[in-house]
């Protein structure tokens, strides 16, 4: 049985040859008894993928065809009618690309601004990218600008399909060849054509500059003055970084001097969460006995004046790594069954009055609307009491960081499904039985009255955050 396909094929010839292939391909498996009902995917919308498929490869350069070993096994998959397994492909071909990305751009930023806590010392090379799952992948990515918000929100959704299409949920026929090849193309449009440019491109420069050079005042006032030109998420990432390396034991003095210059401008620039954020990595450093670390943190602090954000609250710690373990659950498999027990315990640390330590309140309140608000194939129904009743506990200063979490990108990727959308300012309604505060309650109402387009591109929480400020 041999077939081949032309390299630009005109729409009959295409056509005629896939009919061709297909049924011979469906009596070879009717010759070993074999079912062929529902395993392939119709000859129709094999065609719709086939026909896009020079226009949409026409955005890739010569070099990165040659490249594309998994695009080829995804036109193949989907030549076959294996839609399931064409996804998969398009999907590690993404991947892979992130992965490279990431190692060309700066490996040890990345895992600054992905990798929290403990974990961040068991991830130092390239082949350690394998170990870090597919969604903190792409949330990294977004984080330190390799990809765009924009980029992130369509590869999410692709990442939940591929999830939903996989061995373990075999749903091909719900697959349609516009819909593979709609992803296909932008999977090249955001990422395997396109290289982080910009502000990313600036990091990239200052964090060579900073290991590899001696800065003194004068050279760093430019540099000062494009930081303040940052997007708030990549300041965050930088914060992350420079501290990482600033407490770094290995570091050299003169990265450290280095650092010192730009330090002060990074920290006031960044937003309190991210503040928070420095404030729990020095209390981790205190609750391991990680004492030059501890050392190192705490002069950084004195350097930027933040030592406000000190906390030796050992709630705080606690709760801080039940939020992480309670997140990965819920991006992770099966998550409708692995989250209970993390909301479980989470929920034994929260007292009756919803008083919680104020470094991890924004991390909290996060955290529990992501998974309340579930992914697109519902909710875990064995955790769903237990965000209730926290979220049920929430005081006005929590209330106010739910509406900051319009600002959020995390969130704004969720809602942006209808039904998310719906289920927020459900949440919202609700809240507002929870207070007194005029302005609190005006805002909340403000959320249902705002369309979804709105809400995903922040202009409401523009206009709700002049009211709450």
Excluded at 11 to 24: A, C, G, H, P, T
Excluded at 152 to 179: K, V, W
Excluded at 306 to 317: H, K, P, R, T, V
């Amino acid at each position: 049985m041999e077939e081949s396909l032309p390299v630009n094929p005109e729409r009959m010839e295409l056509q005629n040859n896939v009919d061709i292939f297909s049924q011979q391909l469906s009596n070879y498996l009717q010759s070993l008894d074999l079912p062929i009902d529902d395993v392939l995917v119709q000859i129709s919308e094999r065609r719709q993928v086939l026909l896009n498929m020079p226009s949409i490869l026409s955005n890739l350069r010569p070099e990165q065809q040659i490249r594309a070993y998994y695009i080829s096994k995804f036109i193949a998959s989907c030549v076959i009618g294996l839609f399931d397994a064409a996804l998969n492909y398009l999907w590690n071909e993404t991947i892979v690309n992130l992965r490279e990305k990431i190692i060309h751009f700066d490996l040890n930023y990345f895992f600054d601004s992905t990798i929290s806590g403990n974990d961040r010392a068991k991830f130092i090379t390239e082949e350690d990218l394998l170990r870090i799952e597919d969604w903190q992948l792409i949330k990294g990515c977004r984080d330190t600008g390799i990809i765009s918000n924009i980029g992130f929100m369509h590869l999410d959704f692709i990442r939940n399909m591929r999830n939903f299409a996989s061995a373990a949920h075999p749903n091909q026929t719900q697959l349609t060849g516009i819909q593979l090849a709609s992803w296909l193309d932008t999977c090249i449009r955001e990422v395997l054509a396109k290289e982080p440019s910009g502000p990313v491109i600036e990091i990239k420069r200052l964090l060579k500059s900073l290991r590899e050079e001696t800065l003194d005042e004068r050279s760093t006032t430019p540099i000062n003055a494009n930081i303040l030109k940052l997007p708030a998420d990549l300041v965050h990432s930088l914060l992350r970084t420079i501290f990482g390396m600033y407490t770094d034991e290995k570091l050299s003095q003169n990265t450290r001097n280095n650092i010192n210059l730009i330090s002060k401008t990074i920290w006031e620039h960044s937003e309190t969460n991210a503040k928070e954020d420095i404030g729990l990595k020095y209390a981790h450093f205190s609750i391991h006995a990680e004492l030059k670390r501890k050392e190192l943190a705490r002069e950084f602090l004195t350097k930027v004046g933040g030592l406000s954000f000190l906390s030796e609250d050992q709630l705080a710690i606690e709760m801080n790594e039940r939020l992480e373990s309670l997140l990965k659950a819920h991006y992770d498999f099966n998550n409708f069954y692995t989250e209970e027990p993390h909301a479980r315990a989470l929920s034994k640390l929260i007292p009756e009055t919803g008083i919680i330590p104020d470094v991890v309140r924004y991390l909290y309140v996060k955290a529990l609307i992501i998974c309340r608000l579930g992914n697109p194939y519902g909710i875990s129904l064995g955790a769903k009491p237990y965000y209730d009743l926290m979220i049920q506990r929430f005081r006005d200063v929590e209330i106010i960081e739910f509406l900051n979490l319009l600002n959020d990108s995390d969130i704004l990727s969720i809602i942006q499904y209808e039904d998310k959308s719906e289920l927020f300012s459900d949440i919202a309604l609700k809240l507002e039985d929870q207070t007194v505060d005029e302005v609190i309650i005006s805002a909340l109402r403000k959320i249902r009255t705002y369309p979804k387009r709105d809400i995903v591109s922040r202009k409401a929480y523009k206009e709700i955050s002049k009211t709450i400020s």
